[in-house]
């Protein structure tokens, strides 16, 4: 149901909250009166502050220190091999700040030295090549935002409700402004012979991260990419150099890129084989399951961002993303999903980029069950997680992108529940 159709909206304001753009008639802060904070001169008004950034390079407020990537211990024995999870709940807009961006290394950060970093392309090719970066770096620039999705965020989830926060049921999601070259420009300079169909990507990292990639898609759109949000990768996410594939699976974007091999048909390594292959109820396994579904989750009110302001007027803020281009529209439904209203999406409306929405209502204080649900501009609408199980079972727990529900108590504390 929509909130255009006048029926559901009435069932809706007949339960007490009055839902839509409109500012609630209460005023949204307190009458100027007897608030020391206001009334009284503060210790940061009364004396020179600080220098100039000692350190060189700033670091968030001291009052956002807890704003941090965090990992759930009883999924990663070790840090090594690990995964941290974006702290979604504490960010808005669409930009991941490079500090807090989720990272997954299959045998840790490698540490490699710009001067001997080294790019290698050969196989069915006219010339075989090895570049430097600064090699690199004199192809034409491009800049681009696109969400890295490890396919599989929210993977603890398809069983059941699992982890108490958006950093830990979404947090495997990034979204940077990338500025690299692209491949295609790469590829003229070696000359792909004609039987080159496929391309191998290969990480210079103790695990060889390895992928076979369609030359289609690497010829459309992908990039080796050397900047993210104007600065130098991080090392964590592949410094000096890595591969950009957007839309499709994080596994695929190859970090600390050192081989680009082309090839007439796909190599079927570990990563494309006994890893990231989706096994279904039968016994079989769907491989080569490239692109990220459409999917949303609302950021806050989260569990780990209780509403603390009491009832009233109150912003739902949230993400929406697709592997098969934008999200012209996103339904948010504060009842667990008997009536749902448009959300308003706003900031840039990129391909393969998070988007934000916010939907801001009146709470009256009772409990809530909330949910988002994405469309994409192909008209593909997100799922609900047992309209996922129905078809896919819970053996895999890749490309989970089932709505997400959490629910509201009185207090405006928030728990990761599921809704049937
Ligand atoms: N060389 C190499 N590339 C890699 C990986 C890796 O372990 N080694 N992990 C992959 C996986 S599974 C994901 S989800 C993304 C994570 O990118 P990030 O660490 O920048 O978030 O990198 C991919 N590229
Ligand atoms: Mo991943």
Same mark, same amino acid.
């Given at each position: ?28 802060? =307190? ?47 070790d840090t090594t ?51 430097t970066l600064q ?48 491949? =295609? ?7 792909? +012979?004609t039987e080159g ?77 006994? +890893? ?34 009491? +009832? ?109």
């Amino acid at each position: 149901m929509d909130d255009s159709e006048g029926h559901s909206r009435r069932r809706f304001l007949a339960a007490g909250l009055a839902a839509g753009g409109a500012l609630a008639s209460a005023p949204l802060a =307190k009458a100027a009166s007897g608030d020391p904070a206001i009334l009284e001169v503060q210790p940061w008004a009364n004396e020179l502050g600080d220098g100039v950034d000692a350190s060189g390079y700033g670091l968030p407020s001291p009052f956002e220190a807890k704003v941090q990537r965090r990992n759930v211990p009883w999924l990663t024995a070790d840090t090594t091999t690990s995964i941290n999870f974006t702290p979604l709940h504490a960010l808005d807009g669409i930009i991941t700040p490079n500090g807090v961006c989720f990272e997954r290394h299959h045998s840790g950060v490698a540490r490699v030295d710009p001067a001997d970093y080294r790019l290698m392309v050969h196989g069915l090719v006219e010339r075989p090549l090895v570049f430097t970066l600064q090699d690199l770096m004199r192809f034409p620039r491009h800049n681009k935002i696109y969400f890295l999705e490890c396919t599989a965020n929210s993977g603890m989830e398809v069983r059941s409700a699992q982890l108490n926060g958006v950093q830990y049921t979404h947090g495997m999601v990034h979204n940077v402004m990338y500025t690299g070259v692209l491949l =295609k420009d790469i590829l003229a300079e070696a000359g792909v +012979k004609t039987e080159g169909k496929w391309l191998l990507a290969e990480g210079a990292d103790a695990a060889a991260m390895t992928r076979s990639i369609p030359l289609e898609k690497v010829l459309d759109d992908c990039m080796v990419a050397f900047k993210m949000n104007g600065e130098a990768l991080r090392a964590e996410n592949g410094y000096p150099a890595r591969l950009v594939v957007p839309g499709w699976e994080g596994n695929m974007w190859i970090k600390w890129l050192r081989r680009l091999e082309v090839g007439d048909k796909p190599w079927h390594q570990r990563e494309e084989t006994s +890893k990231y292959t989706d096994l279904m109820p039968d016994g079989s396994a769907r491989r080569f399951t490239w692109e990220m579904d459409a999917k949303s989750v609302i950021t806050s009110p989260s569990p780990q961002a209780p509403i603390l302001h009491g +009832k009233g007027h109150t912003v739902i803020s949230g993400l929406a993303w697709s592997g098969r281009g934008t999200i012209p529209r996103v339904d948010v439904t504060l009842d667990g999903g008997i009536n749902w209203h448009k959300a308003r999406i706003d900031g840039p409306s990129l391909d393969y980029a998070l988007h934000r929405f916010y939907f801001e209502f009146d709470w009256d204080g009772s409990p809530l069950l909330l949910q988002s649900r994405a469309h994409d501009s192909t008209g593909y609408v997100q799922p609900t997680k047992d309209a996922l199980r129905a078809i896919r079972g819970t053996g895999s727990t890749y490309h989970n992108n089932g709505i997400q529900t959490w629910a509201v108590n009185g207090d405006g504390e928030v728990l990761n529940v599921e809704v049937s």
